[in-house]
């Protein structure tokens, strides 16, 4: 299958800060391809550089077969964006937001909006003002969704949500997961490890692994011991003879 978004050594720095060195990652097309790593690690830069909104360093980038930096607004047309810090018409109802952005989008789809609206339960006449944060992600994704992108990117899309929105959310995605590519990135595997189909791990702006969640899973494994009775103390400390210790046992 085809890459959809390929980077070849791709770096960034801001001022002597390195965020991104010698990047090298592959997303397949037709994939949920979730990037993950610790906060500051680069998943935001990277995005960023991919959307045409940061110039990296060196390097280069391909999204959809074009250079990121030639992105315009055919190729657009065909990505949906949402970010955790995302910026929308604040003065705006939901339903006026979807009819102001339908004319942009030649693969708008009436229907598929008015589902959205009504699968994330989104208050049409409300206005984006007055929505909590999970309405306003939920809206941002509607947004995206309803002109069916081959291609969605979502920056953090969880962070600071409920479980129950993040779940809503999560169903959304997977609802396009047949006609979309997503990549979509976290700080917490665990917000996306039960939907992602690959996983990419960025930690100080390095790649350090990159594969399918099959592969992933069976590489681990989760190993639970049940006692009969509790488990022997080490001699003169409050660590048990099993388990995790500290590498210096205190005297």
């Given at each position: 299958?085809?890459?959809?978004?390929?980077?070849?050594?791709?770096?960034?720095?801001?001022?002597?800060?390195?965020?991104?060195?010698?990047?090298?990652?592959?997303?397949?097309?037709?994939?949920?391809?979730g990037?993950?790593?610790?906060?500051?690690?680069?998943?935001?830069?990277?995005?960023?550089?991919?959307?045409?909104?940061?110039?990296?360093?060196?390097?280069?980038?391909?999204?959809?077969?074009?250079?990121?930096?030639?992105?315009?607004?055919?190729?657009?047309?065909?990505?949906?964006?949402?970010?955790?810090?995302?910026?929308?018409?604040?003065?705006?109802?939901?339903?006026?937001?979807?009819?102001?952005?339908?004319?942009f989008?030649?693969?708008?789809?009436?229907?598929?909006?008015?589902?959205?609206?009504?699968?994330?339960?989104?208050?049409?006449?409300?206005?984006?003002?007055?929505?909590?944060?999970?309405?306003?992600m939920?809206?941002?994704?509607?947004?995206?969704?309803?002109?069916?992108p081959?291609?969605?990117?979502?920056?953090?899309?969880?962070?600071?949500?409920?479980?129950?929105?993040?779940?809503?959310?999560?169903?959304?995605?997977?609802?396009?997961?047949?006609?979309?590519?997503?990549?979509?990135?976290?700080?917490?595997?665990?917000?996306?490890?039960?939907?992602?189909?690959?996983?990419?791990?960025?930690?100080?702006g390095?790649?350090?692994?990159?594969e399918?969640?099959?592969?992933?899973?069976?590489?681990?494994?989760?190993?639970?011991v049940?006692?009969?009775?509790?488990?022997?103390?080490?001699?003169?400390t409050?660590?048990?003879?099993?388990?995790?210790?500290?590498?210096?046992?205190?005297?």
């Amino acid at each position: 299958m085809n890459d959809i978004i390929r980077t070849n050594g791709l770096s960034k720095s801001f001022r002597r800060t390195p965020v991104l060195d010698d990047l090298n990652l592959s997303v397949t097309q037709g994939s949920i391809f979730g990037l993950v790593g610790p906060n500051g690690a680069g998943k935001t830069t990277t995005i960023k550089i991919l959307m045409n909104i940061l110039k990296a360093a060196s390097g280069s980038a391909e999204v959809m077969g074009r250079d990121s930096r030639r992105l315009g607004p055919a190729e657009f047309t065909q990505i949906g964006y949402v970010s955790e810090n995302q910026e929308m018409p604040e003065w705006m109802t939901v339903e006026y937001l979807l009819r102001y952005l339908k004319p942009f989008y030649p693969s708008w789809d009436d229907s598929r909006a008015t589902e959205l609206v009504r699968q994330f339960d989104l208050p049409p006449k409300r206005k984006l003002r007055n929505l909590s944060r999970g309405m306003w992600m939920k809206t941002a994704l509607a947004a995206s969704l309803a002109y069916r992108p081959r291609l969605l990117v979502l920056d953090e899309p969880f962070s600071g949500l409920d479980p129950l929105v993040r779940e809503e959310l999560i169903e959304g995605v997977l609802d396009s997961a047949s006609e979309t590519t997503i990549l979509v990135s976290s700080h917490d595997l665990a917000e996306i490890e039960s939907f992602a189909s690959h996983i990419g791990y960025l930690d100080r702006g390095h790649l350090r692994l990159s594969e399918a969640m099959s592969s992933l899973t069976s590489r681990f494994r989760e190993i639970e011991v049940t006692l009969e009775e509790p488990a022997p103390m080490a001699p003169d400390t409050d660590w048990p003879l099993i388990g995790f210790a500290p590498k210096t046992l205190p005297r």
